[in-house]
């Protein structure tokens, strides 16, 4: 308790740790004192109980004698001691800290010397002047080996070196370093650069986008247009229209040297309508433009149960009979757009049938176009008897063809088969995104789109992009273990100059009798249009 009112209570700099070092190291040599003095404080207490006054008042001067006796002859050697060290640890790092500031003001006079014998015609002339002026300065306080002063000097000169433009700036607009005539330079410029992206990108903006840029480009205009003209009023409207442009392309919205990244159209969610209790649903879709993010949400009515998915492929699985309402959100550029989908969960086929996706997806399907080439199998015809149904199994021999056959397995009723998904023309330098249906999971995809950007892809969806105007095709090989099937579908690229002329950026009709080709049945005939027959 002592040693805490005289430790702690004397106010100083010194933190809480050192206080309690300096106490503990009177402690250890104070054990005997404190005894002593534990002693005489009950002895003292003793005689006052017992009416002897003189005595306690004796022994209590005795102790405090004591006391300052023990003060003079342990407690100040021990501070004197424990302050001196202090002092001296002080110093030291004093002294490292000078031999470090030293050291760093020798590094910035190189340096700034070193700036000033190259080619300044970049830097104002007044800037230029101050920094001749700070670094006499700073040799001035070097010289002296003044700590305080070599830190003043430094600080200095340091904040005049960062509120310069970096070297070549004022060539870029950048930085307020550049002259009235090339600040003014700089600002017709951007406006054209801003006007270009307006004009030949204005589709992938959205209508506040594109006011604000414009309101930007009117605002640097009306600057440049006062009588007397302000470089700083200049400099912070050009910058305030670069910004606005930098965030648009850095939101893949599109730029001033390359194509513009548009919102998605078209967007069609490729899923089946049903599936089978405890099989797999996967679902992608297709779309023209550009998709930066996809959100999948999909609601199960027997249960109440919702999913969130943030990827280009949607996969669930479902253990009883219900309704699956599947929503897809596309972003990109400065829009969405929603779509919706429904999948029935049943029961399955009870006489040994086959209900495997395609019997719900591609058994409804045709060819898209003329030019898209699908070596997948779509259907079994019949070699003898019976009629085949399109996108289904017939039997070999006798009766009539129906979806599969008891006591045979949905894996050899099903001939794996798919079919690709891709609009057949796009604008130059505008991304295509491609999926497929199926009938069968695969378990390996490739796709290949030479003169594409990228060319290959391995996953359920694909996008490229295509560099240049011409004919491509995209093509698409999938397996399910080691039978592969292939499909493919011819691309049109097209100049971007080219107006809509009812084709350009429209989805295929997949299934619609404009789209398909010679032989679609329209009950019970042969196959579609694009497939081909298995023996």
Avoid at 90 to 111: G, H, N, R, S
Avoid at 345 to 367: C, W
Avoid at 439 to 445: A, E, T
Wanted: net charge negative.
């Amino acid at each position: 308790m002592i040693l805490d009112v005289m430790i702690d209570g004397y106010e100083s700099n010194e933190s809480q740790e050192s206080k309690n070092k300096l106490k503990a190291l009177i402690k250890a040599q104070s054990g005997a004192h404190f005894a002593q003095l534990s002693s005489a404080l009950n002895q003292a207490a003793s005689q006052l109980d017992s009416g002897d006054l003189e005595d306690a008042i004796y022994t209590l001067e005795q102790a405090t004698s004591m006391d300052e006796s023990w003060e003079q002859s342990t407690v100040m050697p021990i501070m004197e001691q424990h302050y001196k060290a202090q002092e001296q640890e002080f110093l030291a790092e004093y002294e490292k800290d000078a031999e470090q500031l030293k050291q760093d003001v020798t590094e910035e006079i190189k340096m700034v010397e070193e700036l000033l014998a190259q080619d300044t015609s970049w830097m104002e002339s007044g800037v230029k002047s101050d920094l001749e002026s700070k670094l006499a300065e700073l040799k001035t306080a070097s010289e002296s080996n003044d700590a305080e002063k070599m830190f003043a000097a430094l600080t200095e000169m340091v904040e005049l070196m960062q509120s310069l433009p970096a070297e070549g700036e004022g060539g870029s607009g950048e930085g307020t370093g550049a002259s009235l005539s090339e600040m003014v330079g700089f600002a017709n410029d951007e406006i054209t650069t801003a006007e270009s992206i307006l004009e030949g990108y204005g589709e992938g903006l959205s209508q506040a986008d594109s006011e604000k840029i414009q309101t930007l480009i009117n605002g640097l205009k009306g600057v440049l247009n006062q009588e007397e003209q302000d470089k700083d009023e200049i400099y912070t409207a050009l910058m305030s229209l670069a910004d606005a442009l930098k965030a648009f392309e850095k939101s893949g919205e599109g730029s001033s040297e390359g194509s513009a990244s548009a919102a998605p159209t078209g967007v069609v969610i490729q899923c089946p309508p049903m599936q089978v209790i405890g099989h797999e649903v996967k679902c992608s879709f297709s779309y023209e433009g550009g998709v930066q993010t996809a959100e999948w949400t999909a609601v199960f009515s027997a249960d109440g149960s919702q999913q969130t998915q943030g990827d280009s492929l949607f996969t669930g699985s479902y253990g009883e009979v219900g309704t699956v309402s599947l929503s897809l959100k596309a972003c990109g550029g400065s829009s969405c757009v929603d779509v919706s989908h429904t999948i029935e969960i049943v029961e399955p086929p009870k006489n040994g049938g086959s209900t495997e996706q395609g019997d719900h997806q591609e058994g409804q399907s045709t060819s898209s176009s003329g030019d898209h080439d699908s070596s997948s199998s779509e259907q079994s015809t019949p070699s003898s008897g019976g009629q085949g149904s399109s996108g289904q199994s017939t039997p070999s021999s006798g009766g009539e063809g129906s979806s599969g056959h008891a006591g045979e397995s949905s894996e050899s009723q099903t001939v794996f088969s798919i079919q690709l998904q891709c609009y057949h023309e796009i604008e130059v330098g505008r991304p295509i995104g491609c999926s497929f249906q199926y009938n069968r999971s695969p378990d390996k995809i490739t796709w290949t789109a030479a003169g594409g950007e990228p060319s290959t892809g391995s996953g359920n969806a694909f996008e490229t992009t295509f560099g240049a105007v011409g004919q491509y095709s995209i093509s698409l090989e999938a397996c399910v273990a080691s039978n592969c099937v292939s499909d493919s579908q011819a691309i049109n690229v097209y100049a971007s100059e080219k107006s809509s002329e009812g084709t350009e950026g429209e989805p295929k009709n997949v299934g619609s009798d404009d789209d398909a080709g010679e032989g679609t049945p329209s009950s019970g005939g042969q196959g579609t249009s694009g497939s081909s027959s298995s023996n």
